[in-house]
């Protein structure tokens, strides 16, 4: 049988009566406002710099709770030169030493770590990065596709055969849960799932995935001891998932629903039920890809976005109605982690910022 860690999924990655239902489920008082935090570690010699702190950063940052943390869906990326680096580096060199530089953006206080969905990190490479980030820092980190991945992958992508680890207990806490705590510690943000698309076959048997998730996310120890604030999070690809049964399952494992900016799901407003259904609570958001380019569009949208830094397709409808819920969140003194990707609107900075400007002004009305 084939090894299930070979190739993974090509991830690449309301009406009045609910506005106002959601205003009555997000009503508390203010968190306090956020202190940009430093560096954890003085940067070597010779490493990525930060970009010179603009000074409409930091009085932005400072008017968003404490609780509220936005970043990017990765750091690796040349064309944010100006924005977060210092001058021009290659790919890996900002893979090896850009997650310093990039925590020293007043508005950057999370990151998404992605890679480990292709292979398994260690502890002691999810520590490497703790250890690059402020104490208040906190990491979105994507499940191995081992675990989360229905099928076995040829190296283009294409399904082979069914992963017979898939949503597998103990895999999921042995490659995933055990090493991202050890490693990241109290800076864990959340560790994500993120069920790629299940074959026809399997799909048409939903309940019998539910059952599999549902003793997958039992089985998994708790986060709170080493971080307080951490969360486990189920991220889906297949609409098929957004029933009553799911909110059950993740309900009764204690796990979130992770907001899904996606094309293969349906726009946000449509998925605001789910976060309803499991108030109060943290909120965990990916905003992955711009629904223009359809469920499988991540390459369209690499090759329009190039260097990724300039916002090509803004959103604005997305980002008002992601704002709307965040602040409500934060507001009501749950932990909120939102990490946007490149593809979503066509550079993350910019949208991290974007974003950042759309809370300040919820905040203020």
């Not at 074959?199 to 019998?208: H, I, V, Y």
């Not at 449509?270 to 629904?291: E, F, H, I």
Request: proline share 10%; net charge neutral.
């Amino acid at each position: 049988m084939s090894d299930p860690r070979s190739a993974p999924a090509p991830d690449a990655d309301e009406d009045d009566a609910s506005a106002a239902l959601q205003v009555d489920l997000f009503g508390a008082d203010e968190a306090p406002a956020a202190t940009p935090a430093t560096t954890a570690r003085r940067a070597p010699a010779g490493a990525v710099q930060a970009a010179a702190t603009q000074p409409d950063d930091l009085a932005l940052a400072r008017t968003l709770p404490a609780s509220l943390r936005l970043g990017t869906s990765s750091w690796t990326y040349p064309g944010w030169e100006g924005l977060v680096w210092a001058g021009r580096h290659s790919e890996s060199q900002l893979s090896k030493s850009g997650l310093r530089a990039y925590a020293r953006h007043p508005l950057l206080r999370a990151v998404g770590i992605d890679r480990g969905f292709y292979r398994p990190l260690t502890a002691s490479q999810y520590e490497r990065y703790a250890l690059q980030v402020p104490e208040d820092f906190r990491f979105t980190v994507k499940a191995p596709s081992l675990v989360c991945d229905a099928l076995i992958r040829s190296e283009d992508g294409r399904g082979k055969e069914l992963n017979p680890a898939f949503l597998d207990p103990a895999l999921a806490v042995q490659e995933f849960v055990q090493p991202a705590q050890e490693g990241l510690g109290a800076k864990t943000g959340a560790l994500v799932f993120q069920i790629s698309p299940l074959p026809p076959a399997l799909l048409q048997r939903l309940p019998e995935q539910l059952e599999r998730l549902r003793r997958m996310l039992r089985a998994l120890p708790a986060l709170h001891e080493r971080a307080p604030q951490a969360v486990v999070a189920v991220e889906v690809r297949d609409p098929q998932w957004l029933t009553p049964d799911f909110v059950a399952v993740l309900r009764e494992a204690g796990a979130r629903y992770c907001l899904g900016l996606h094309p293969k799901l349906p726009p946000i407003e449509q998925q605001l039920p789910l976060l309803r259904a499991l108030w109060p609570g943290p909120l965990v958001c990916r905003w992955n890809l711009n629904r223009l380019h359809g469920p499988y569009g991540y390459e369209e949208a690499e090759r329009r976005y190039g260097e990724f830094d300039r916002m090509q397709d803004p959103d604005p409808s997305t980002r008002a109605v992601l704002a709307r819920v965040a602040h409500a969140t934060a507001r009501a003194g749950h932990p909120v982690m939102v990490t946007i990707s490149n593809k979503a609107e066509g550079s993350a900075p910019l949208s991290v910022r974007a974003l950042a400007q759309a809370l300040a002004a919820q905040a203020a009305a």
